[in-house]
């Protein structure tokens, strides 16, 4: 499973694009995507190109020029919509250059883009409405030889997105792109994601995915990487933490603690289970069973390793006490490869 991510600088500034970029590397980003707005932009992808990691693909609207310049730059991949890249003569002088360059094309589908006739027929951007289009698009790209694809259907709507993409995954053997699109800002933004893709990556449907969110897409791989993490599906699993909802039970400022080790977390790349606990009949069990645990009572608390306490402190140490314990595990792991 693959996961994307989408710029959001100006690709023309090719030092911010570039910065940008391997930030999203160093986060677990395996594709990244960059709007081509002209033919500065498109010029500007081979600089961009040749300073990073992960694979470019260069998304292109209306002009078929900025599809071949941008090809000509270096990409890896191209996004088009075929229906809006200026009719079929000028499709396929890019049909032509991505096959003599074996450069895969996402073909992709949002409820926001459909076309009159099938908005019409279905009444709306219905799930239907939505294949329609997408496979008359994959249709058309099949006409003029080219198999080389990627599929997307894209909705803001989480109940359609998540039909369009079952109906899809019957009728359509070509990979499949998820990403529930405008997913929004903040905590809902999150859940939507979390409920439409992790609920088609569940039921085997999907192969590269993005979260979409307002902001930086620096959130959107690190939502994405812990999609992937909590299915069991990434290829390079992070740290998993576990930690209690608190109830009356709670004798220790939980809440406090677990934000503290979710943030030693972020910098751990190791697929390692942590349990912050706070509740005496279900605390210690859960400690055990992690790789490192860290159950708190009132005014103290023990840290466990692989099922064995190796520590009880007082309230005010615990932390630091589970930072060195944290480091020292990770440091056995590093020496085991």
Do not use: W
């Not at 100006?10 to 930030?23: K, P, S, W």
């Not at 289970?273 to 023990?302: F, I, S």
């Amino acid at each position: 499973m693959v996961i994307q991510s989408m710029t959001n600088t100006d690709t023309r500034d090719v030092e911010a694009t570039v910065r940008q970029i391997l930030t999203l590397e160093d986060a677990g980003c395996q594709v990244i995507r960059s709007a081509v707005v002209d033919e500065e932009a498109a010029a500007a992808l081979e600089a961009i190109v040749r300073r990073i990691h992960i694979p470019m693909v260069a998304d292109i609207h209306f002009d078929y020029r900025l599809a071949l310049k941008s090809m000509e730059s270096g990409v890896q991949g191209i996004r088009i919509n075929p229906g809006n890249i200026g009719g079929i003569r000028k499709l396929r002088q890019v049909v032509e250059l991505a096959q003599e360059r074996n450069i895969p094309i996402r073909v992709g589908v949002n409820g926001g883009s459909l076309e009159k006739e099938i908005l019409h027929k279905h009444g709306g951007p219905t799930p239907e409405a939505l294949v329609e289009s997408a496979m008359g698009h994959v249709s058309l790209m099949e006409e003029l030889g080219y198999g080389n694809l990627k599929i997307s259907i894209k909705s803001s709507n989480v109940p359609t997105f998540l039909k369009a993409n079952r109906l899809l995954a019957k009728v359509c053997d070509y990979p499949i792109h998820l990403g529930v699109t405008e997913a929004g800002v903040g905590q809902n933004a999150v859940i939507k994601s979390a409920l439409g893709i992790g609920t088609l990556l569940a039921e085997g449907i999907g192969d590269t995915i993005r979260v979409s969110l307002t902001g930086d897409p620096l959130e959107e791989v690190r939502v994405a990487r812990s999609i992937l993490d909590f299915l069991e599906l990434s290829e390079k699993p992070g740290p998993e933490l576990i930690s209690c909802p608190t109830c009356g039970r709670t004798e220790i400022d939980l809440e406090h603690l677990a934000r503290s080790v979710e943030k030693m977390l972020e910098k751990v790349d190791r697929p390692i289970r942590v349990a912050v606990m706070g509740c005496p009949v279900n605390g210690p069990g859960e400690a055990r069973e992690a790789d490192l645990g860290l159950a708190g009572g009132k005014g103290q608390g023990l840290i466990f390793k692989k099922g064995q306490i190796v520590s009880k402190v007082p309230e005010e140490e615990l932390l630091s006490a589970f930072a060195r314990e944290l480091e020292e595990y990770i440091r056995e792991l590093e020496q085991e490869v």
